[in-house]
Nanobody, 126 residues
Framework: QVHLAESGGGLVQAGGSLSVSCVAS????????VGWFRRAPGKEREFVGG????????YLADSVKGRFTISRHNANNTMSLQMSSLKSEDTAVYYC???????????????????WGQGTQVTVSS
């Protein structure tokens, strides 16, 4: 069982930057791939990006590539999503999630993730 807690959401102007973080409980954090998803009002949940167990592989959705960065720190069970050049369409609730994997890769489908945080709101004003 893994408990995830996001923090760092808030209101930012378009073009600005914001970071959201996620802390995981449990002693096996380093064995999970981790991902970020978001859900905007009236839209389906969307994969934003993810990072493999070791941190050696990252994958970002085309909509955020070049603007967002993902990192993780296995020593303290944390992962972060750094967002820059934010747009109004980035407004959403952002969720972190962990996936049980058996190799160093990044799942992109929600169904591959086993544990989810409660989410944190990111609002970008235009």
């Amino acid at each position: 069982q893994v408990h995830l807690a996001e923090s760092g959401g808030g209101l930012v102007q378009a073009g600005g930057s914001l970071s959201v973080s996620c802390v995981a409980s449990g002693r096996t954090f380093s064995t999970y791939a981790v991902g970020w998803f978001r859900r905007a009002p009236g839209k389906e949940r969307e994969f934003v990006g993810g990072i493999s167990q070791t941190g050696g592989k990252t994958y970002l959705a085309d909509s955020v590539k070049g603007r967002f960065t993902i990192s993780r720190h296995n020593a303290n069970n944390t992962m972060s999503l750094q967002m820059s050049s934010l747009k109004s369409e980035d407004t959403a609730v952002y969720y972190c999630a962990t996936a049980i994997v058996y190799s160093d890769y990044v799942p992109t489908l929600p169904g591959h993730y086993n544990f989810w945080g409660q989410g944190t709101q990111v609002t970008v004003s235009s």
